[in-house]
């Protein structure tokens, strides 16, 4: 189920290395928390959260093929 | 001049809006002037689907009555038949739900093949396999050329063909929108230059297209009928630009967005001459 967000914050920042996805399971939802490197937050969060929101929506597809709810958290 | 009240009232087709909102004013289909606000339709398997929705104004009695009410009319031969059509006019575009998929239903151009492809396309059409396989939906991708004709810096179009992609469009599009957004940030990442592609589902923003473009000259003629600005419903940057550019050049009516986010919409003006 990360591997959405992982791929797509990849893709997005200057270090990837630096990239970290969990899961955190409460029972009928999920939390993911997407972890970068300070210097890339710009670029998950991006202006006005257009990015950050944008992959919430892409989870939501997801959420909604595996009947859960998904909230993504950058932490 | 007597005053005009208006009311606004929604169902799944015209007609029956209409018919709802004369109860309401409590007056004849004759004393009113109808604006269709949106057109229904029935998206995608039933998602995105949105009810008609629409504005009757009583007119003031120095107008004739029924003749600014003859344009919108006519598009909605909704009681001829037994069951509401949930879509308008043109059957080849809208009457077809993914389902259909195997039949003629959208007019595509003809897709082309990975070795025309120029980097935008190739990078563009890589990125989005590679998230809708992790979104886990099955789909696949076309790509051509934007038929725009204008010159040949067109965007490429990407798209989204399957089963059941309602999904992929969700509310007034944000799906796609989103998609669409996350593609071509990735992909321009990567060609380090703006990706020149557009995104696509089963056709929808070509039907939306299509739907908007009627739209926008039925709302041009109220506007110029009433001799005052029609305000539209609010809608996403792309819909509103599509109705800007239908009325572009149109000789009685300018246009203008007004309002901020999610709730800017397009206003019709008549010119004064």
Same mark, same amino acid.
């Given at each position: 189920?990360?591997?959405?967000?992982?791929?797509?914050?990849?893709?997005?920042?200057?270090?990837?290395?630096?990239?970290?996805?969990?899961?955190?399971?409460?029972?009928?939802?999920?939390?993911?928390?997407?972890?970068?490197?300070?210097?890339?937050?710009?670029?998950?969060?991006?202006?006005?959260?257009?990015?950050?929101?944008?992959?919430?929506?892409?989870?939501?597809?997801?959420?909604?093929?595996?009947?859960?709810?998904?909230?993504?958290?950058?932490? | 001049?007597?005053?005009? %009240?208006?009311?606004?009232?929604?169902?799944?087709?015209?007609?029956?809006?209409?018919?709802?909102?004369?109860?309401?004013?409590?007056?004849?289909?004759?004393?009113?002037?109808?604006?269709?606000?949106?057109?229904?339709?029935?998206?995608?398997?039933?998602?995105?689907?949105?009810?008609?929705?629409? %504005?009757?104004?009583?007119?003031?009695?120095?107008?004739?009555?029924?003749?600014?009410?003859?344009?919108?009319?006519?598009?909605?031969?909704?009681?001829?038949?037994?069951?509401?059509?949930?879509?308008? *006019?043109?059957?080849?575009?809208?009457?077809?739900?993914?389902?259909?998929?195997?039949?003629?239903?959208?007019?595509?151009?003809?897709?082309?093949?990975?070795? /025309?492809? /120029?980097?935008? *396309?190739?990078?563009?059409?890589?990125?989005?396999?590679?998230?809708? *396989?992790?979104?886990?939906?099955?789909?696949?991708? +076309?790509?051509?050329?934007?038929?725009?004709?204008?010159?040949?810096?067109?965007?490429?179009?990407?798209?989204?063909? !399957?089963?059941?992609? @309602?999904?992929?469009? @969700?509310?007034? !599009?944000?799906?796609?929108?989103?998609?669409?957004?996350?593609?071509?940030?990735?992909?321009?990442?990567?060609?380090?230059?703006?990706?020149? =592609? +557009?995104?696509?589902?089963?056709?929808?923003?070509? %039907?939306?297209?299509?739907?908007?473009?009627?739209?926008?000259?039925?709302?041009?003629?109220?506007?110029?009928?009433?001799?005052?600005?029609? $305000?539209?419903?609010?809608?996403?940057?792309?819909?509103? %630009? =599509?109705?800007?550019?239908?009325?572009? /050049?149109?000789?009685? +009516? $300018?246009?203008?967005?007004?309002?901020?986010?999610?709730?800017?919409? +397009? $206003?019709?003006?008549?010119?004064?001459?």
């Amino acid at each position: 189920m990360k591997e959405l967000v992982e791929y797509i914050a990849k893709s997005l920042v200057d270090d990837p290395s630096q990239v970290r996805v969990t899961e955190v399971d409460e029972g009928a939802s999920t939390i993911l928390e997407l972890e970068v490197a300070q210097e890339d937050m710009g670029r998950v969060i991006g202006k006005n959260g257009r990015v950050a929101n944008a992959m919430r929506v892409l989870v939501r597809v997801l959420a909604a093929k595996q009947g859960k709810r998904i909230t993504l958290e950058i932490i | 001049m007597s005053e005009t %009240r208006s009311v606004e009232t929604s169902a799944s087709d015209i007609e029956t809006a209409i018919e709802q909102g004369l109860k309401e004013l409590g007056v004849a289909r004759e004393s009113v002037i109808v604006e269709i606000l949106e057109e229904p339709s029935r998206g995608l398997l039933g998602i995105g689907a949105r009810p008609a929705r629409i %504005r009757l104004t009583t007119a003031a009695p120095a107008r004739p009555a029924s003749a600014p009410e003859s344009a919108p009319a006519p598009a909605k031969p909704a009681p001829a038949k037994p069951k509401p059509k949930p879509a308008p *006019a043109p059957p080849p575009a809208d009457s077809q739900p993914a389902a259909a998929e195997d039949e003629e239903d959208i007019d595509l151009p003809a897709p082309v093949s990975e070795s /025309d492809m /120029d980097e935008d *396309a190739r990078v563009g059409l890589a990125t989005l396999e590679e998230l809708l *396989a992790k979104m886990q939906v099955e789909a696949e991708v +076309v790509v051509y050329r934007a038929p725009e004709a204008a010159d040949n810096d067109s965007p490429w179009v990407l798209q989204i063909r !399957g089963r059941d992609l @309602g999904v992929l469009i @969700g509310r007034r !599009g944000e799906t796609l929108a989103s998609l669409q957004y996350i593609t071509r940030l990735i992909a321009s990442r990567e060609l380090q230059r703006r990706a020149n =592609i +557009v995104l696509d589902v089963e056709g929808y923003k070509s %039907r939306r297209e299509q739907i908007l473009r009627r739209l926008a000259k039925r709302m041009a003629d109220q506007a110029i009928q009433l001799g005052r600005t029609v $305000t539209l419903e609010p809608m996403p940057p792309y819909e509103r %630009r =599509i109705v800007h550019l239908a009325l572009r /050049d149109h000789p009685e +009516v $300018t246009t203008e967005s007004v309002g901020e986010g999610e709730h800017r919409k +397009v $206003t019709i003006i008549p010119r004064r001459r």
